[in-house]
Structures are given as structure tokens and as C-alpha cells.
């Protein structure tokens, strides 16, 4: 069975730091695109980067210029670093991708961003 576990959320300052990690784990013979998205409360989901398995980028406006993914092909892990976060950051962040034949999600990690 497929799963995708994030980890490295909690409550940080504005302005500072985290690093959310997704770990991929079954049976897998197959990690193509991978991305992080967001759903703050009493919004819809929205997509905050991707990354293909070349290590192509794409992020949202929003995160561009603070906000960085990354892959390790070799650990099947996925990353997103956040610095400078804003209070508008605050969200639970969900890792998916394509994965073997399917599309999956992680069930995600809560950041919060307050003073």
C-alpha cells in the first residue's frame, strides 16, 4: 500500500522557519511529479509548488521567492522549505503526487504562523 506521511509542522513566529518533509513508503516502482499544497480554514485547496522528477519547479505566487522544494530520489522524500512565513501561511500543508499508476495524498501537517 501506498503512502505519503508529511512531517515538520507546528507553530512559528512570522518571519521564521520550517521544513516539511513527505516521506513516500510501500510498494513503489514508479515517483514521477510530485507537489505540496495547502488548505487554510474556510478556504478551498490550492496548489503552493511542484516539482517533476527531473527536479523541475513551479511554485505559486504567493510562496515564490520564500519558499523551496526539493527531492531526494534516492530516500523517495519530497521537501518544502518556508522561510519568511506570514501569518497567510498558516494552513495544513498535504503532499501529493503521482505515484506507481495513481495520484496520491498524505494526510497532512498543520502550520501555524502566529506571534
Known amino acids: 500500500q501506498v503512502q505519503l506521511v508529511e512531517s515538520g509542522g507546528g507553530l512559528v513566529q512570522p518571519g521564521g522557519s520550517l521544513r516539511l518533509s513527505c516521506a513516500v513508503s510501500g510498494f513503489i516502482y514508479s515517483v514521477n511529479d510530485m507537489a505540496w499544497s495547502r488548505q487554510a480554514p474556510g478556504k478551498e485547496r490550492e496548489l503552493v509548488a511542484s516539482?517533476?522528477?527531473?527536479?523541475?519547479?513551479n511554485y505559486a505566487e504567493f510562496v515564490k521567492g520564500r519558499f523551496t522544494i526539493s527531492r531526494d530520489n534516492t530516500k523517495n522524500t519530497v521537501y518544502l522549505q518556508m522561510n519568511n512565513l506570514k501569518p497567510e501561511d498558516t494552513a495544513v500543508y498535504y503532499c501529493n503526487g503521482q505515484l506507481n499508476s495513481g495520484y496520491y495524498w498524505g494526510q497532512g501537517t498543520r502550520v501555524t504562523v502566529s506571534s
Open positions: 516539482i517533476t522528477r527531473g527536479s523541475t519547479t
